[in-house]
C-alpha cells in the first residue's frame, strides 16, 4: 500500500451479460478479538500507524495533481459513483431516477463530417468527473464502440471517442473534471489513447478528441502499440507504451518523454 495514492471517480460497469458486471469495491473489513493480549496487540498498531502517518507527512507526500479535491470531497464523489447504475438502456441516479436512456443517443455516433458508424445499442460503462457536472459514457453496436461526454443533468451528449471493430474503455479524469481519457482497443490488439476537453466539444469524434501519440509510435508494430494512461499531474497526462513512459499536455498537443 502507497503512502500517497491517486483517488479518481469510480467506473460502474453494466450488471447484464452484454454490458458487463456492475460493481463497487467496498472499504475492507477490519476484525479480530478487542480481548486480552489482542487489545495490546491493536494498541501496538494504532501507535504503529501513527507512526507511519507522521513520517509521510513529515516527507512532504503531495497529492497527485495540485488542486486534487479532498480526501473528504473524494469519498463524497466515490459515493455518489457507486450509486449509478449502468445498464443497457439506462444510467440512473442515486434516487432512482434516469440520467439518460440510450434512446437520448444519436443511433450512429459522427465520427468526422463524412462518416456516421452505428455504435450506440447499448450502455457499457460510465464514469463520472470529480466535480461531478459531467459523465463519460461507452456505447456499444454490433461491431464498434463509442465513448461520450454528458452533462451530469443530461442535457447535453457529445461524441468524443470511437473505435471501430474493437472496443472503447474510460482512463482517468484529471482532478479538475476538465479533460478525460478514453483508450481504444483495435482488431490488431493496439491500443490508443484520446484525451477529450469538455471546455471545446465539437459535433463529431474528430472535433472532440486529441489523440495521444508517443515520439516513437510510428516505430512501433501494432502489438506494441499499447498505450497506458497512468494518471494526472499538473495538467498534463501521464502515459506508458512501448516500454517507455511519456507526458503529454493536452493545451499544447506536445508529446515529451520522460
Known amino acids: 500500500m502507497e503512502a500517497c495514492a491517486e483517488g479518481g471517480a469510480m467506473t460502474v460497469r453494466s450488471r447484464s451479460g452484454k454490458g ?6 467496498s472499504p475492507a473489513h477490519v476484525g479480530g478479538e478487542y480481548s486480552g493480549g489482542r487489545r495490546s496487540q491493536w494498541g501496538v498498531r494504532l501507535v504503529a500507524s501513527a507512526i507511519v ?10 497529492p497527485w495533481e495540485e488542486g486534487e479535491p479532498s480526501q473528504a470531497s473524494k469519498r463524497g464523489n466515490i459515493a455518489t459513483v457507486a450509486s449509478l447504475e449502468t445498464g443497457d438502456e439506462h444510467i440512473r441516479k442515486a434516487d432512482g431516477t434516469s440520467l439518460l436512456r440510450i434512446d437520448d ?24 468527473s470529480p466535480d461531478d457536472a459531467w459523465v463519460a459514457v461507452v456505447t ?33 479524469w484529471s482532478a479538475d473534471g476538465r479533460h478525460v481519457v478514453f483508450a481504444q482497443e483495435g482488431p490488431a ?6 484525451v ?3 471546455d471545446a466539444l465539437g459535433a463529431s469524434v474528430e472535433a472532440s ?12 508494430d501494432s502489438q506494441a502499440q499499447r498505450y497506458e494512461a497512468l ?10 507504451v512501448g516500454g517507455e513512459q511519456g507526458v503529454f499536455d493536452p493545451a499544447s498537443r506536445d508529446v515529451k518523454s520522460e
Request: net charge positive; hydrophobic share 40%.
Open 20 to 25: 458487463g458486471s456492475a460493481g463497487a469495491g
Open 53 to 62: 502517518i507522521t513520517t509521510a507527512a513529515a516527507a512532504g507526500c503531495a
Open 105 to 128: 443517443l444519436p443511433r450512429d455516433i459522427q465520427v468526422d463530417e463524412q462518416n456516421a458508424f452505428g455504435a450506440t445499442a447499448r450502455f457499457r460503462e460510465a464514469k463520472v
Open 140 to 172: 456499444t453496436g454490433a461491431a464498434h464502440s463509442a465513448g461520450w461526454l454528458v452533462r451530469a443533468d443530461g442535457s447535453k451528449a457529445s461524441p468524443a471517442a470511437f473505435q471501430y471493430g474493437g472496443s472503447v474503455t474510460i482512463g482517468p
Open 189 to 194: 490488439g493496439n491500443r490508443t489513447l484520446t
Open 196 to 198: 477529450v476537453d469538455r
Open 209 to 220: 478528441a486529441i489523440p495521444v501519440r508517443g515520439d516513437s509510435h510510428g516505430d512501433l
Open 231 to 240: 494518471g494526472w499531474a499538473n495538467g498534463r497526462l501521464l502515459f506508458r
